[in-house]
């Protein structure tokens, strides 16, 4: 028995006509006739009294009248609670993580959101690796980026699928800023601003000082830094050359800083993190599924 044909029986028991039924469901006389045949004929119940003027309803029929009614409005409040449920997901999301151009892919998936779920609210917080684990761990934040190489060992994670490519920022009057690429010996003997991170890990997890290799200690390091816009403006001041992440200072042509690559070229990955076992909001459960989809790790 189909939600549908109860929805015609119904329809005929209201008008008390087939032809004022099926003016009401807008589909032709002879459909509805056909579906009320074969729903007699499933039932074995002779359905309706039919006269030359008017449709009655049979015992059977009235007893039917009053359990579909039941019916369809049960599939109906479901159906309008489902609904409800979807359009008005609302609440806020907390997303922390390094300065990284990766940050694009999230934005896409709010962006995408806010089209169906223009009531969640999203809360960025910037930091190193040690600063969103901390708050991860303390339950401020539902979602971290880390930049590779990360502990990941106490989260659920999805990798973002691109590269953050590491490089120098100078100021164009520099000497280096004539070199298309920075190698190691080009930072041995010139003022360096590094972020904190860098210069916090040890030689094993640091990616950086692999790269550079066995003189990584004997690098200046005048300035350290946690957000790139600090380190930026050290630079623009003269105080050194800082090593940042390409694509988050701003080195476009009417700026006064450019960007140079390090060689060999030297890139980090980067991952989504979460709590294990961590008991999202409806908010955050459904941010989380669509960045799955995203980047095809449901």
């Known amino acids: 028995m189909e939600l549908r044909v109860l929805r015609y029986f119904l329809a005929v028991a209201r008008e008390g006509s087939i032809t004022a039924a099926a003016d009401f469901l807008h589909i032709t006389q002879p459909t509805v006739s056909r579906q009320l045949k074969d729903l007699e004929q499933e039932l074995g119940k002779k359905l309706f009294v039919r006269s030359s003027h008017s449709i009655m309803l049979t015992d059977e029929g009235l007893l039917l009248r009053k359990r579909a009614e039941e019916l369809v409005d049960m599939v109906t409040k479901l159906e309008a609670e489902f609904s409800s449920m979807e359009e008005t997901v609302r609440g806020d999301v907390y997303i922390g993580g390094g300065e990284t151009d990766a940050m694009r892919q999230i934005a896409r998936v709010i962006k995408n959101l806010q089209s169906t779920h223009p009531h969640i609210r999203y809360h960025l917080y910037s930091g190193n690796e040690d600063d969103v684990a901390e708050r991860l761990d303390k339950g401020l934040l539902d979602f971290g980026i880390l930049i590779q190489p990360a502990d990941l060992s106490k989260y659920n994670h999805i990798h973002i699928p691109v590269h953050d490519v590491w490089g120098v920022i100078m100021r164009r009057d520099s000497p280096l800023a004539r070199q298309d690429i920075i190698r190691p010996a080009d930072l041995l003997n010139v003022p360096v601003i590094c972020s904190r991170q860098v210069m916090k890990k040890t030689f094993s997890h640091n990616e950086f000082a692999d790269w550079f290799g066995e003189d990584f200690d004997k690098l200046n390091v005048v300035t ?72 095809g790790q449901v």
């Not at 030297?266 to 076992?277: A, D, Q």
Request: charged share 20%; with cysteine; glycine share 4%.
């Open 224 to 295: 350290t830094y946690n957000l790139a816009y600090n380190a930026a403006i050290m630079v623009d001041e003269g105080i050194g050359y800082a090593i940042v992440l390409d694509k988050i200072v701003n080195t476009s042509a009417d700026s006064n800083l450019c960007f140079r690559p390090l060689e060999p070229r030297l890139e980090s990955g980067l991952n989504m993190v979460w709590k294990k076992h961590q008991i999202f909001s409806a908010a955050a459960d459904l941010f989380l599924q669509k960045v799955q989809t995203q980047f």
